[in-house]
């Protein structure tokens, strides 16, 4: 393990060696944390609400850079090494931040004594600052709400700031050393002699990933089981590293004074232990839904579906879309749903399709029939990223310091909504209407009715696998984070692989039934899962987002007079204002209610249903 610098001393001269490409700018950030440093520290609760909103805008800022720096670090590694930066930058980012991390502890300190922002008032007159009062009204501030109410879900102020500074460098970087070890094992497949020679140049995880979408069942076949040997041969040390990071996690918890690790993890997105499991436990009543999808798929493609068959494709490829009749589509769909937001969206549409008028090929997905969604998707994606920009950040965590960035919930729920937005347009034109103006030219009725099936298979297999394969994980997790299983995890005479595997087996079980076979090797690909590794606790974010967008997409049908009004209010709140909760209610999805959230579950049924009708059309 890397040594870091000690927290109790300020200055950095171990980075500022003259001599390393990239240090200046490295040493140009060092002096402007320093220099935030000098003007904020123990000066936080003196801050009128401007001035608060002016020091997280240069925190958000340095932040940035940071981001910006590390990335500077991943130039010219090739496409399949492991995307991370070099343990110097990576020594140098975490004593950044340890530098900065006074001014949230000093936040923190303030927040802890605060009302609840719907109870709160204005600032008194003596100075004492409520900031979650003034976020609401100070325009420098409301940016950073979100923000600040995670820091008031946490409990991190508990030490002086030296020794916290300490614990920060030391875990985060022991942490850090542990990942890098498991993404470093894990990128080396060495001997490519079990797939075809076509295939043989995919010698990346990511390829072999990719290729449970090809169309034949025996590279299939061949990827998914050149993976999964992989991953079995490394799965002692993932067993290991996993029990270690398992321990450090429960640690951390226990000395923040939670009940548990989940508690943790949970807190920071303002969700709650009892609330979690009382969805799981909901997901898990809906497991035929899954079963019945992939019923669904045996019998259209005449096969049974094994484990390494769930993304395949279904039948003949997508004919070919331009990125400009992809965008084209897009702008299509949102003018019908809302002439508004169409407006608003028509120059950055155009502005995607100038810049993939050529796109070159995925080198990850080598065959017909992935290109024609992904500009459709890809435009999806920019579009939501535009209506609903992404908040401040004025931090970066472990998977962003590693260069694993993940998107934020709502502009996954944001995706997922206006995907079902481009199939609603899609299907009403496959159903007897006439081509939507962007495919008129060159488009059957048959082209469209392939491309909105298509479309909506894409759509159904990702949010299948965003409930309840997810869901799947997080239940592991709360597994491997109760008390009486980390013995078994950690102890030296029983093997943590074997016991991992077996609970991993018992629950990918229970989710397929008899609708998918499952394989041997499956017990293995826990070792491969990122979200164990790298983002604990990540899944119940993104079956979380899955459940809201599907809801809303229920509610909009049920009353798009009421939806719409609120769906743009929550488009034009300032990005980072609005707390998880809050943008859902704005959604007319209440997240203090399990049982409004899984609402989006009866719109996954429709959706299969949906399906399960335009293949009987097809047939006739």
Same mark, same amino acid.
């Given at each position: 393990m890397p040594v870091v610098s000690s927290a109790a001393e300020p200055p950095f001269e171990r980075f500022s060696s003259s001599g390393q490409?990239?240090? *200046?700018?490295w040493k140009d950030l060092e002096e402007q944390v320093q220099e935030f440093a000098r003007c904020y520290r123990g000066q936080v609760a003196q801050l009128s609400p401007p001035e608060l909103g002016k020091a997280l805008q240069v925190l958000s800022q340095l932040t940035q850079a940071l981001a910006a720096q590390l $990335?500077?670090? %991943?130039e010219g590694i090739p496409a399949t090494s492991v995307q991370i930066p070099s343990w110097r930058d990576l020594e140098r980012a975490i004593s950044l931040q340890s530098h900065l991390l006074f001014f949230s502890l000093e936040l923190q300190s303030l927040l802890a004594g605060s009302p609840d922002d719907s109870a709160a008032e204005l600032p008194p007159e003596d100075g004492r600052l409520d900031l979650l009062a003034a976020a609401h009204v100070e325009p420098r501030l409301r940016p950073f709400r979100q923000f600040l109410c995670g820091l008031l879900h946490q409990r991190g102020h508990r030490q002086a700031e030296p020794l916290e500074r300490l614990l920060h460098q030391q875990r985060l970087a022991g942490r850090l050393a542990w990942r890098q070890l498991w993404q470093v094992t894990l990128s080396s497949l060495g001997d490519q002699g079990l797939l075809?020679? &076509?295939? !043989?140049? $995919?010698?990346t995880l990511a390829h072999l990933q990719n290729l449970q979408t090809h169309p034949s069942a025996e590279v299939r076949w061949a990827a998914y089981q050149r993976l999964c040997h992989h991953l079995e041969a490394h799965a002692e040390l993932g067993g290991f590293i996993l029990s270690i990071l398992v321990r450090d996690h429960l640690w951390e918890a226990q000395w923040r004074g939670y009940d548990s690790a989940a508690d943790l993890y949970l807190a920071r997105h303002g969700l709650s232990q009892p609330f979690w499991e009382h969805l799981l436990d909901g997901i898990h009543d809906r497991f035929d839904l899954f079963q019945r999808y992939y019923r669904l798929k045996s019998r259209a493609m005449s096969r049974s579906i094994r484990l390494c068959d769930l993304y395949a494709p279904w039948g003949e490829p997508v004919p070919p879309l331009a990125a400009a009749e992809a965008t084209s589509l897009v702008w299509a769909a949102l003018q019908e749903?809302? *002439?508004e937001c169409a407006a608003h969206a028509k120059p950055w549409l155009l502005e995607v399709s100038s810049k993939r008028e050529a796109p070159p090929g995925d080198p990850e997905r080598p065959w017909p029939g992935s290109e024609p969604l992904a500009s459709l998707l890809q435009a999806l994606e920019a579009l939501s990223r535009r209506l609903r920009p992404e908040e401040? %950040?004025?931090? /970066?965590? /472990?998977?962003? /310091? !590693?260069?694993?960035v993940q998107p934020s919930w709502e502009i996954r729920v944001h995706t997922a909504f206006l995907q079902q937005v481009l199939l609603d347009y899609l299907l009403g034109a496959a159903r007897g209407t #006439? $081509? #939507?103006p962007p495919l008129r030219n060159r488009a059957s009725g048959l082209e469209v009715f392939t491309l909105a099936q298509a479309l909506l298979i894409h759509h159904l297999e990702a949010q299948l696998q965003a409930v309840f394969y997810q869901s799947l994980i997080a239940r592991l997790e709360l597994l491997l984070y109760r008390s009486e299983n980390t013995a078994p995890l950690a102890s030296s005479k029983a093997s943590p692989t074997s016991w991992v595997g077996e609970e991993w087996l018992k629950l990918i079980q229970e989710l397929c039934g008899d609708a998918v076979e499952l394989l041997p090797e499956d017990q293995f690909c826990w070792v491969g899962m990122p979200e164990l590794f790298l983002r604990p606790f990540s899944a119940p974010q993104v079956s979380l987002a899955s459940l809201v967008? /599907? $809801?809303?997409? %229920? &509610?909009y049908h049920l009353s798009p007079r009421t939806f719409l009004p609120r769906y743009l209010n929550w488009l034009a709140s300032p990005p980072g204002s609005l707390t998880w909760g809050e943008s859902a209610q704005l959604l007319q999805v209440d997240l203090s209610e399990p049982e409004e959230v899984l609402q989006g579950l009866e719109e996954l049924e429709h959706w299969i249903e949906v399906l399960e009708e335009l293949l009987e059309e097809n047939q006739d």
């Open positions: 490409e990239g240090a *200046p700018a $990335a500077e670090g %991943r075809p020679p &076509q295939q !043989q140049s $995919a010698n749903f809302c *002439p401040p %950040r004025v931090w /970066l965590d /472990l998977e962003e /310091l !590693q260069g694993s #006439p $081509a #939507p967008a /599907l $809801a809303c997409h %229920r &509610q």
